[in-house]
């Protein structure tokens, strides 16, 4: 499950180096949707939990072991942080410069790279 995830952030974060206008209309079009908030804090609650568990097996149990306690975060603060302020940091991030966009996304597929190395020796 860590590698089709690493594998889905990877693809995403390439593609939006090329398109990075893709991610904004994706997120513009699910933002408002009233299913978004549960399905994001159970994808990162599940998420979380997930890097914890296999943390130990992993090549860098500590990276995965923060990974999984930032992804346990995030999902508790997302009801608190809600659907106004999230638009309003979507917005925000459409506005900066499109080399610091780029720059987010290398960063998103370097830590797709991190997950996947990672998780080699289980796969193996």
Same mark, same amino acid.
């Given at each position: 499950?860590?590698?089709?995830? /690493?594998?889905? +952030? +990877?693809? $995403?974060?390439? #593609? /939006?180096?090329?398109?990075?206008? #893709? ?6 079009? $699910?933002?408002?949707? /009233?299913?978004?908030?549960? *399905? &994001? ?8 939990? +997930?890097?914890?568990? *296999? &943390? ?6 500590? *990276? ?8 346990? *975060?995030?999902?508790? /603060? =997302? ?10 940091? $979507? ?11 780029? =720059? #987010? ?5 370097? =830590? ?13």
């Amino acid at each position: 499950l860590i590698a089709l995830f /690493s594998l889905a +952030i +990877i693809v $995403i974060c390439l #593609w /939006s180096l090329l398109r990075p206008q #893709w991610l904004f209309d994706l997120a513009y079009r $699910i933002i408002d949707r /009233s299913w978004l908030l549960p *399905v &994001a804090v159970g994808a990162r609650l599940m998420l979380g939990g +997930i890097l914890l568990w *296999v &943390a130990a097996e992993t090549t860098w149990p500590l *990276v995965f072991r923060v990974l999984g306690w930032l992804s346990i *975060v995030a999902a508790l /603060s =997302l009801p608190f942080i809600g659907k106004r302020r999230i638009r309003q940091l $979507i917005d925000w991030i459409d506005k900066v410069p499109r080399i610091v966009m780029q =720059l #987010w996304m290398g960063l998103g597929v370097a =830590l797709g790279l991190v997950l996947l190395l990672g998780v080699r020796t289980i796969l193996v």
